[in-house]
């Protein structure tokens, strides 16, 4: 079964950036969907970031202009850049890859303070 295991998380101040990077186990030839959620405290997990293997890139709005989302097959990651971040950034992120299945990270803390 693939498995994922993001890192990159950390604290940051506002307008600061990180990377998130997410590691998929095994190379995937096709995939549906791969993408980048979040959760804040008693919030529901929501959308960042989207992509499919025929090349659609979706974002939330909210993070339009801020945030690109990545991949690299050669290293089997998918990558999350987050700049000029605010503190309601501030969630634990999950990647997830649908290939039939959906699979999800353990997720990374993000913490933005002002």
């Known amino acids: 079964q693939l498995q994922l295991v993001e890192s990159g998380g950390g604290s940051v101040q506002a307008g600061g950036s990180l990377r998130l990077s997410c590691v998929h186990s095994?190379?995937?030839?096709?995939?549906?969907?791969m993408g980048w959620y979040r959760q804040a405290p008693a919030k529901p997990r929501e959308l960042v970031a989207r992509?499919?293997?025929?090349?659609?890139?979706g974002y939330a709005d909210s993070v339009k202009g801020r945030f690109t989302i990545s991949r690299d097959g050669t290293k089997n990651t998918l990558y999350l850049q987050m700049n000029s971040l605010k503190p309601e950034d501030t969630a634990v992120y999950y990647c997830?890859?649908?290939?039939?299945?959906?699979?999800w990270g353990q997720g990374t803390q993000v913490t933005v303070s002002s």
């Open positions: 997830a890859i649908t290939d039939g299945n959906t699979m």
């Open positions: 095994r190379r995937i030839s096709s995939f549906n969907e």
């Open positions: 992509m499919t293997d025929r090349g659609f890139i």
